[in-house]
């Protein structure tokens, strides 16, 4: 069998091996890379899956991306990553809640949220990658986060040989347990940095500096290279497609679907890397009807597949789901390149309209592709409280805001379609690290009081009886090591003040 290449979106780089595409994150031409095809899973294999560890799973499916690494060496990687110690358990277990509705568990790991099934793994691709690819310079990983891939990225990579992390967040754009996270991480190559301005702008400046060639070559001459652990990395996005088999494997394990059954996704998304995954998935054989893309009130997805067009000039909106408050969907241009057969061209123009004049649209024989597999709706602030509060009260289950936003989308997929197909919840938080916006739906009159964080952990679970992850508990006494905030124009000098240079 060949190996495995990787292309840009925008086709203006020689096609690369996977080790090449993860150390290096964005291609030279600004576009992402993409697989040059996708492996075929059988039914039968997927079966097979269920009765494998979280770790082998993982291996069978990544092994078919990442040809230049063997079997042996992600098998490794796998087990180190997804082991019991790290995941306290099975690494994404399936919880049935209600007749044709299930939730997919993202955030037994280290920092309580989905990142986690991706960036504990990433460093030991990356390291590998570098061994493969010669990289002898030191590696520089920029973050721009929303919240949840800020920590998950300091912690995987933390005190990890020959990197160093820069992660920079919007200074007012995090929970409260989101922020104190990051800025009491630990380890002596990470640097964590507020940015005055949203998620979209600390996104920006981190693209701007990758496409810098003149800081680029300063690097080189110092030894540096960047690289990325934001979902814009393939060796981020791999590890998301192995969860939606593992999901389907476990519903016909337990009896719910039939072997071969369609079932829907429902997937709260912001940077569109998590709901690509389940697209992926499809393309590969798993037996996918719909992929239902939930927005909160930055409705900038939605819009785009009922209309076709891609409006980033609107209101920017703050909201209880910190996590998906993003107008500018970077992995939304991997699905272009797809949906287009790879026609680089064209998706670079819309990328250059996108940066240029804030819109693009595409045609109405693309958006009829599109909306055979994917299903865009919105949800409010009132209905997001309403749905935390619905469901803990009427089936004893507690969800975080995101995965409240995909919950209540499901709902009003199959209102508008009267599809009833089986469908799986991606849950992407704990409750308990947007703690006060989840007590506060489940017991409004605390919604008047100005509630601490850390006194919210306790009411929470003395209501719920659901213990407080041991991460999360720690938080209070953990010392603050990392106070910097700076104007977004200033990320490049922040990064070359980090670096010495």
């Given at each position: 069998?060949?190996?495995?290449?990787?292309?840009?979106?925008?086709?203006?780089?020689?096609?690369?091996?996977s080790?090449?595409?993860?150390?290096?994150?964005?291609?030279?031409?600004?576009?992402?890379?993409?697989?040059?095809?996708?492996?075929?899973?059988?039914?039968?294999?997927?079966l097979?899956?269920?009765?494998?560890?979280?770790?082998?799973?993982?291996?069978?499916?990544?092994?078919?991306?990442?040809?230049?690494?063997?079997?042996?060496?992600?098998k490794?990687?796998?087990?180190?990553?997804?082991?019991?110690?790290?995941?306290?358990?099975?690494?994404a277990?399936?919880?049935?809640?209600?007749?044709?509705?299930?939730?997919?568990?993202?955030?037994?790991?280290?920092?309580?949220?989905f990142k986690?099934?991706?960036?504990?793994?990433?460093?030991?691709?990356?390291?590998?990658?570098?061994?493969?690819?010669?990289?002898?310079?030191?590696?520089?990983?920029?973050?721009?986060?929303?919240?949840?891939?800020?920590?998950?990225?300091?912690?995987?990579f933390?005190?990890?040989?020959?990197?160093?992390?820069?992660?920079?967040y919007?200074?007012?754009?995090?929970?409260?347990?989101?922020?104190?996270?990051?800025?009491?991480?630990?380890?002596?190559?990470?640097e964590?940095?507020?940015?005055?301005?949203?998620?979209?702008?600390?996104?920006?400046?981190?693209?701007?500096?990758?496409?810098?060639?003149?800081?680029?070559?300063?690097?080189?001459?110092?030894?540096?290279?960047?690289?990325?652990a934001?979902?814009?990395?393939?060796?981020?996005?791999?590890?998301?497609?192995?969860?939606?088999?593992?999901?389907?494997?476990?519903?016909?394990?337990?009896?719910?679907?039939?072997?071969?059954?369609?079932?829907?996704?429902?997937?709260?998304?912001g940077?569109?890397?998590?709901?690509l995954?389940?697209y992926?998935?499809?393309?590969?054989?798993?037996?996918?009807?719909r992929?239902?893309?939930?927005?909160?009130?930055?409705?900038?997805?939605?819009?785009?597949?009922n209309?076709?067009?891609?409006?980033?000039?609107?209101?920017?909106?703050?909201?209880?789901?910190?996590s998906?408050?993003?107008?500018?969907?970077?992995?939304?241009?991997r699905?272009?390149y797809?949906?287009?057969?790879?026609?680089?061209?064209k998706?670079?123009?819309?990328?250059?309209?996108?940066?240029?004049?804030?819109?693009?649209?595409?045609?109405?024989?693309?958006?009829?592709?599109?909306?055979?597999?994917?299903?865009?709706?919105?949800?409010?602030?009132?209905?997001?409280?309403?749905?935390?509060?619905?469901?803990?009260?009427?089936?004893?289950?507690?969800?975080?805001?995101?995965?409240?936003?995909?919950?209540r989308?499901?709902?009003?997929?199959?209102?508008?379609?009267?599809?009833?197909r089986?469908?799986?919840?991606?849950?992407?938080?704990?409750?308990?690290?947007f703690?006060?916006?989840?007590?506060?739906?489940?017991k409004?009159?605390?919604?008047?009081?100005?509630?601490?964080?850390?006194?919210?952990l306790?009411?929470?679970?003395?209501?719920?009886?659901?213990?407080?992850?041991?991460?999360?508990?720690?938080?209070e006494?953990?010392?603050?090591?990392?106070?910097?905030?700076?104007?977004?124009?200033g990320?490049?000098?922040?990064?070359?003040?980090?670096?010495?240079?």
């Open positions: 069998m060949m190996g495995m290449l990787y292309t840009s979106t925008r086709g203006q780089t020689e096609m690369v091996c080790a090449h595409a993860i150390t290096r994150g964005l291609a030279d031409d600004g576009g992402l890379f993409v697989p040059q095809k996708f492996p075929i899973v059988e039914l039968e294999d997927i097979n899956l269920s009765n494998l560890s979280y770790s082998e799973r993982a291996s069978k499916i990544i092994s078919l991306f990442l040809t230049d690494y063997t079997c042996d060496e992600l490794e990687c796998m087990e180190r990553a997804y082991s019991k110690e790290k995941f306290s358990g099975f690494a277990p399936v919880k049935f809640v209600k007749d044709k509705t299930a939730v997919l568990e993202l955030w037994h790991g280290p920092t309580s949220a986690d099934m991706a960036l504990q793994l990433l460093p030991y691709l990356m390291t590998l990658a570098a061994e493969k690819t010669g990289e002898e310079n030191k590696l520089v990983i920029l973050v721009a986060t929303s919240g949840d891939t800020g920590k998950a990225a300091l912690e995987g933390k005190n990890v040989k020959g990197t160093t992390v820069i992660v920079f919007p200074e007012d754009g995090v929970s409260d347990i989101q922020k104190c996270q990051m800025i009491t991480q630990q380890g002596d190559n990470v964590v940095i507020a940015v005055k301005g949203n998620f979209d702008d600390a996104q920006s400046g981190v693209k701007s500096i990758f496409a810098d060639e003149t800081l680029y070559e300063r690097l080189k001459e110092n030894e540096f290279a960047l690289s990325s934001n979902s814009i990395n393939w060796g981020r996005l791999v590890p998301q497609i192995v969860y939606y088999f593992s999901a389907y494997a476990d519903a016909v394990k337990g009896g719910y679907i039939n072997a071969g059954d369609e079932i829907n996704f429902s997937v709260p998304t940077n569109f890397g998590d709901i995954a389940g992926y998935a499809k393309c590969m054989g798993l037996p996918v009807h992929l239902i893309c939930a927005s909160n009130t930055n409705n900038v997805l939605a819009d785009f597949f209309t076709g067009k891609y409006d980033r000039r609107r209101d920017f909106h703050k909201t209880m789901s910190p998906m408050d993003i107008l500018i969907s970077s992995n939304l241009e699905l272009l797809h949906l287009t057969q790879g026609d680089a061209a998706v670079a123009t819309w990328m250059k309209d996108l940066k240029v004049t804030g819109f693009y649209n595409i045609d109405n024989n693309d958006l009829n592709k599109l909306q055979k597999t994917f299903f865009g709706t919105w949800v409010d602030e009132i209905e997001t409280k309403e749905t935390i509060g619905n469901v803990f009260r009427d089936k004893n289950y507690l969800l975080d805001p995101h995965t409240a936003v995909a919950w989308a499901c709902d009003k997929y199959r209102m508008l379609s009267s599809d009833e089986f469908c799986i919840v991606l849950s992407t938080a704990s409750p308990y690290k703690n006060v916006s989840v007590l506060e739906a489940i409004p009159e605390c919604a008047s009081h100005n509630l601490d964080p850390f006194a919210a306790e009411q929470l679970q003395e209501l719920t009886g659901i213990e407080i992850p041991f991460n999360l508990r720690k938080l006494t953990q010392k603050v090591l990392h106070n910097k905030c700076i104007e977004k124009q990320m490049k000098d922040m990064v070359l003040n980090i670096l010495n240079l």
